[in-house]
């Protein structure tokens, strides 16, 4: 059975908990109890493939920050978790992007925009083309989610998995689309 690594990133109060026990246990937690870091396994099906999901629930709070190295050097896929009642939490999805990349020396890696408490609409302060826009930007999906009213929760990690599937698919292709990692060859003199 494939098991997947996911992390859940973004500022402090945003739900990253809220939406990851929802998916796990099936309620929503209403008071607000800063994570350090928490983890979660759930067996789900996904497109007809049953798979492991290991999730890492993070700290947003900045004091945690030296912490984020370690998660985001081991996880395979992120959930950036804005919410859209917090403009400032929106702003802060891109340095969360960017740390991800400069932490996996990569271009891309597996990740999905999530604007959370959808729910909260009269006190929305981040549209939804915005979050369009700037997954886009990062070429990745977007989804908005409440984990009060359990909308888009599953769709969301099950979306962040499908992108590792593609990520891992195209990552195995070596010159003229064949299998193979590519070689770098190092000389010591």
Do not use: W
């Amino acid at each position: 059975m494939t098991e997947y690594k996911l992390v859940i990133v973004g500022g402090g109060g945003v739900g990253k908990s809220a939406l990851t026990i929802q998916l796990i246990q099936n309620h929503f937690i209403d008071e607000y109890d800063p994570t350090i870091e928490d983890s979660y396994r759930k067996q789900v099906t996904i497109d007809e493939e049953t798979c492991l999901l290991d999730i890492l629930d993070t700290a947003g709070q900045e004091e945690y920050s030296a912490m984020r190295d370690q998660y985001m050097r081991t996880g395979q896929g992120f959930l950036c978790v804005y919410s859209i009642t917090s403009r400032s939490s929106f702003d802060e999805i891109a340095s969360f992007r960017e740390q991800i990349l400069r932490v996996k020396d990569k271009d891309k890696v597996p990740m999905i925009v999530v604007g959370n408490k959808c729910d909260l609409e009269g006190e929305r302060q981040v549209t939804t083309g915005e979050g369009q826009d700037l997954a886009r930007s990062f070429g990745c999906p977007f989804m908005e989610t409440s984990a009060k009213s359990r909308v888009n929760v599953e769709e969301s990690f099950y979306q962040l998995v499908r992108e590792i599937r593609k990520d891992s698919r195209t990552d195995t292709k070596g010159p003229g689309g064949k299998g193979g990692k590519k070689t770098l060859k190092c000389l010591l003199l």
